[in-house]
C-alpha cells in the first residue's frame, strides 16, 4: 500500500514539472508570422548597405583615342622629302598667265635660259627663283600702267626640273616627269622593265646633293645602290626610295 502511494506522487510530480516547462516555453509562430532570415538581424551601425549589383558589360573607353585626348593625325601617302613646299620658277618652265578679261594678254610662256620671260606691253620680266604667285603679283603692277585694275594669275604648265631620267638596259630609257611621290620601283615601271641580260640586283641612282661647307654652297653626287630581285622578295625595302629631282636610275 505504502508503494502504491509513492508511484502516485512521482506520477504527480513528474506532471506538474511538464506543465511548468509548457508555460515557460515561447508559443510556436505560424509560417506567415514568421520573421524573413534576412529582417531578424538589421546593420546596428546606422549605415545602409550598399546593394550588390552586376559587374558592368559596357565597353572600357580608357584606351580609346578619343578618351586619351589623343588627337588623330591625317595620313598622306606622300611624305614632306617627295613634296616641293614653294616651287621656284626655274629656266625651260613652261609657264601659263591668265588676265581676267584680257584674252589678248592671257598666254603660255616659256622662261628663257637667261631666267626671262617676254610679256606684251610690258617687255621682259626675269621669272627664274620666283613663285608663281611672287611672278602674278608683279605681273600686275607692271599691267597696271596698261589696263585698269588687272588681276593676273600664273601656274606652272610644264616644269623642267620636277623630272628624273631612266638609263640603261630597261625598255624604255628617257625622261619622266616627277609628278607627285615616285619611288625606284615605280620609276621602273615607267621604263618598262628590263632588257635581256640586264642586272638588277646592280642598280644604282645618281643624286646630285647640295651641301654647304664654309659659308659656301657646293653640289655633290651621291650614288644610292639599289637591289631589285631583294626588293622584289621583300627584303632591303628601305632600297626603295623616293625619287627627287633630277635623279639619274642607271640599270646596268
Do not use: C
Not at 506543465?19 to 524573413?36: K, L, V
Not at 619622266?176 to 640586264?198: I, K, N, S
Not at 642586272?199 to 631589285?228: D, M
Amino acid at each position: 500500500m505504502a508503494i502504491h502511494i509513492v508511484t502516485v506522487l512521482l506520477s504527480v510530480s513528474t506532471t506538474v514539472a511538464t506543465f511548468a516547462a509548457a508555460q515557460d516555453a515561447p508559443a510556436p509562430q505560424s509560417p506567415a508570422q514568421q520573421t524573413p532570415p534576412a529582417q531578424q538581424t538589421p546593420p546596428r551601425s546606422g549605415r545602409t548597405a550598399a546593394p550588390a549589383t552586376a559587374p558592368s558589360t559596357a565597353p572600357s573607353t580608357a584606351a580609346s583615342p578619343a578618351a586619351s585626348g589623343a588627337s588623330e593625325e591625317l595620313l598622306s601617302p606622300y611624305d614632306r622629302e617627295s613634296l616641293t613646299a614653294e616651287y621656284r620658277i626655274a629656266p625651260g618652265d613652261v609657264l601659263q598667265v591668265f588676265v581676267w578679261r584680257e584674252p589678248d594678254l592671257s598666254r603660255e610662256l616659256r622662261v628663257r635660259p637667261d631666267g626671262y620671260v617676254s610679256v606684251p606691253l610690258i617687255g621682259d620680266l626675269f621669272a627664274v627663283a620666283k613663285t608663281p604667285k611672287r611672278l602674278a603679283a608683279e605681273f600686275t603692277q607692271a599691267l597696271s600702267n596698261f589696263v585698269n585694275n588687272p588681276q593676273v594669275t600664273v601656274t606652272l604648265g610644264t616644269s623642267s626640273t620636277l623630272r628624273f631620267y631612266v638609263l640603261g638596259k630597261v625598255n624604255k630609257a628617257g625622261e619622266f616627269p616627277l609628278v607627285g611621290r615616285t619611288t625606284v620601283m615605280q620609276a621602273l615601271a615607267l621604263a618598262g622593265g628590263f632588257l635581256e641580260y640586264a642586272k638588277p640586283e646592280e642598280i644604282k641612282i645618281l643624286r646630285q646633293e647640295l651641301a654647304t661647307t664654309g659659308g659656301k654652297a657646293k653640289t655633290h653626287e651621291v650614288v644610292l645602290a639599289v637591289n631589285y630581285k631583294a626588293i622584289a622578295q621583300g627584303q632591303n625595302l628601305q632600297q626603295n626610295v623616293v625619287l627627287k629631282a633630277g635623279d639619274v636610275v642607271v640599270v646596268p
